[in-house]
């Protein structure tokens, strides 16, 4: 009976061992480990994509290695592609410390999954994209269209809501894989596809022809995007939400990574403080007081990273619209360090 | 019963009852400690989210549903399209194995070489690869609703599927009264035959039946059909297979059938040759023996393995997921996503797997019951 008892328990030890690994101290374990390891897209021009390299590109890798940054000094990070339907849950059972895919904030996903959303990277909204040819202009006149919808995204209910609340019926088409996806709508499976409008756009300039495809001005949902960590960790989630942070302070207060250096040195208190040449800012969340200076010398500051990803230094050209700063009429506004 | 029997008996009985319970109790343990874990991270436990309201649509259901039913209807919604592209595809794949066996042992040279390259061919690549290219097939290749193909009076082929026309209530009815009478009259005559009793009267019944729906046949309206029509968007009234039912549909079917052919193939060639040649010397013709002596043999050579086919066929129906088709597991993963109660949702699928396969595992003993001699 002794034998057995014990056996039940190494048993249950190796089923829930793993998941109560995953609730340790994640700065230490990042520490140790030696780098951070994110769950990225599987393959979206400008917010996740591999280069030629196999390194991952896009505004969603660079707050990886942001916070990589801050916790080691230098951006190591190990990359997880994972599909929209898969990455809470590796997030959840601690396959990875950070999720950075697209992932809009609702609710459920931050009350009811046991994960945090610290900070917003991106404000983008839900539309949808459609052939020119229809002669569609708003989405009132898609009465009776096939819908194709990604699984596991919020659009899933969004859309039902937006064409329940016009009065007019759809046919969804529900598919897991991205590639399969996107070729649905242009072999003319769906006469839609509903995804945020970044995205869409982005999926329209990289067609053969985009001219052919434009996206309806109805914007159907608010969809602000950000890093997602588990709950149970309050100073990783801190270290993430201050990176958010600290990457739009360095905007706002024209930290570059070209000049961060000649900045640390400038006779102003804020700055001093901020990038690290007089102690404050490491301490309360646990890291050295340089962590600021090296995310911005390594990454950059939050323009940098838009312009080069997805703005004007990128091939999608996205305004920053309501991504600029508060001060430049946007949403992007940070708490004082 | 000896002393020592009984004692056995006893012995054999605790160790069993022992090791059931251990399973329990370890079941229990480990389900607990999950369920106190995911408490502790914040993550919901339970099955109450499958009374909530789902939210989300599903592209085509066999029972009634839309996104103000609760996820427990989503799953039984998936549920029932996966009890629709398993079955209709096992029925074309026993089919397509037995044309496929057949060809092979018929000893045409070309029928056999067709045969040999669609086995090789099909049984050598991923399922999720023909998967794609069926998907493929269907929705980039084939024309959009404007330039539809017409393929008889209200059936046509567009990536938007195949649509149908279906018929109305009353054209149902008369179906149905046909169908019973129909059956009711064979069943009943089979049985007064069998005892041995004159089935005449019976036999001058159905014929009456029979002929008096022709004149009321004549009188239904037979253009009662719902008929698709081409809308703006979609074709709307009668019946569709939609793109991704059919991609499904081939895939599976096309590529379990090489397996059964397989199957079916050895097991002809498993019967002795004696046996055959027994037959012969009965004097039994070619076709004969084969139908009486070769195939009775094989059949029941044959069940278990094409039974294992058939199961892996109902377990690949959940890589629809891939291409759009809303089975159960579609259906579940978007409440998996929504609800974020994983474990829940897994179990949910093995229950309801493991359920279709016990009761194909059921009806094979049946039949292999059938064979036994």
Redesign the interface.
């Known amino acids: 009976m002794n034998k057995?008892s014990t056996t039940?328990a190494v048993?249950?030890a190796g089923?829930?061992g793993p998941?109560?690994a995953a609730?340790a101290d994640m700065v230490e374990t990042v520490t140790e480990r030696g780098e951070l390891v994110c769950g990225v897209h599987t393959g979206l021009v400008g917010f996740g994509a591999p280069d030629e390299s196999g390194e991952w590109q896009g505004l969603d890798p660079d707050y990886c290695r942001a916070v990589a940054t801050a916790i080691l000094g230098e951006p190591k990070v190990k990359w997880v592609p994972l599909s929209?339907?898969a990455r809470?849950?590796s997030l959840?059972n601690g396959e990875i410390d950070m999720l950075a895919q697209n992932s809009t904030m609702t609710l459920?996903?931050d009350a009811?999954?046991?994960l945090t959303f610290p900070a917003f990277n991106f404000y983008d909204g839900q539309g949808l994209l459609i052939r020119s040819d229809l002669g569609v202009t708003e989405s009132k006149e898609?009465?009776?269209?096939?819908v194709?919808i990604q699984?596991?995204t919020t659009s899933?209910?969004v859309i039902?809501?937006h064409f329940?609340d016009m009065g007019i019926s759809?046919?969804?088409?529900?598919?897991?894989?991205g590639t399969?996806f996107f070729?649905?709508f242009f072999?003319?499976?769906c006469?839609v596809i509903t995804s945020d409008l970044s995205q869409l756009a982005i999926v329209r300039l990289t067609s053969e022809d985009p001219e052919a495809y434009m996206v309806l001005p109805d914007i159907i949902a608010k969809s602000p995007l950000g890093p997602v960590v588990?709950?149970?960790d309050k100073a990783f989630e801190n270290v993430v939400k201050w990176t958010s942070y600290a990457l739009l302070t360095a905007e706002e207060l024209g930290v570059t990574q070209a000049n961060v250096d000649e900045m640390k040195m400038q006779d102003n208190a804020d700055l001093q403080k901020f990038l690290g040449a007089t102690p404050g800012v490491g301490e309360l969340i646990g890291l050295g007081d340089d962590w600021v200076y090296n995310v911005i010398s390594n990454v950059g500051n939050y323009s940098e990273i838009f312009d080069r990803n997805v703005g004007a230094g990128s091939p999608l050209a996205l305004p920053r619209g309501q991504n600029a700063l508060w001060s430049d009429g946007g949403l992007m506004y940070s708490p004082l360090f | 019963m000896s002393y020592s029997h009984r004692r056995d008996a006893l012995r054999q009985g605790a160790i069993q009852v022992f090791t059931i319970g251990a399973i329990l109790a370890m079941l229990w343990l480990v389900a607990s400690l999950v369920r106190q874990r995911l408490e502790a991270m914040g993550i919901n436990t339970g099955f109450a989210f499958l009374s909530h309201r789902a939210g989300y649509d599903l592209g085509e259901s066999l029972i009634p549903y839309d996104g103000d039913s609760s996820y427990g209807r989503a799953l039984l919604a998936g549920f029932s399209n996966t009890l629709k592209v398993a079955l209709s595809s096992i029925f074309v794949a026993l089919a397509l194995g037995l044309i496929a066996a057949g060809a092979m042992l018929s000893g045409h040279a070309s029928a056999n070489r067709v045969a040999r390259f669609y086995i090789r061919t099909v049984r050598n690549t991923p399922l999720l690869l023909q998967l794609f290219f069926w998907f493929g097939v269907f929705t980039i290749s084939l024309p959009g609703i404007r330039e539809r193909i017409t393929l008889l009076p209200g059936v046509y082929l567009s990536n938007r599927g195949l649509n149908f026309p279906t018929p109305d209530a009353t054209m149902w009815a008369f179906i149905a009264v046909t169908v019973v009478t129909l059956a009711a009259t064979t069943v009943a005559h089979r049985h007064l035959r069998n005892r041995g009793k004159n089935t005449i009267v019976l036999r001058y019944i159905g014929w009456g039946v029979g002929l008096a729906l022709v004149p009321l046949a004549a009188t239904l309206d037979f253009a009662a059909f719902n008929m698709p029509e081409a809308g703006r968007f979609a074709i709307k009234g009668g019946g569709v297979l939609t793109p991704e039912f059919m991609t499904l549909f081939f895939g599976l079917s096309i590529y379990t059938g090489t397996y059964i052919a397989e199957v079916l193939r050895g097991a002809v060639q498993a019967v002795a040759e004696g046996q055959s040649e027994a037959a012969g010397a009965l004097g039994l013709t070619r076709l004969q023996s084969f139908r009486l002596v070769v195939l009775p043999q094989a059949t029941r050579i044959a069940l278990p393995s094409t039974v294992s086919e058939l199961l892996n066929l109902v377990k690949n129906s959940s890589l629809g997921v891939a291409v759009g088709y809303p089975d159960l597991v579609s259906a579940g993963n978007t409440a998996m996503n929504q609800t974020g109660q994983a474990i829940e949702m897994i179990s949910i699928y093995m229950v309801a797997y493991v359920a279709i396969n016990v009761v194909i595992t059921k009806f094979s003993k049946m039949l292999e019951a059938r064979y036994e001699w």
């Open positions: 057995l039940l048993l249950a089923i829930v998941v109560t609730s929209a339907q809470f849950t959840q459920a996903r009811s999954l046991g898609l009465d009776g269209a096939t194709c699984q596991g899933e209910y039902r809501n329940t759809f046919t969804p088409v529900v598919i897991e894989s399969e070729s649905a072999s003319g499976r006469d588990r709950g149970d």
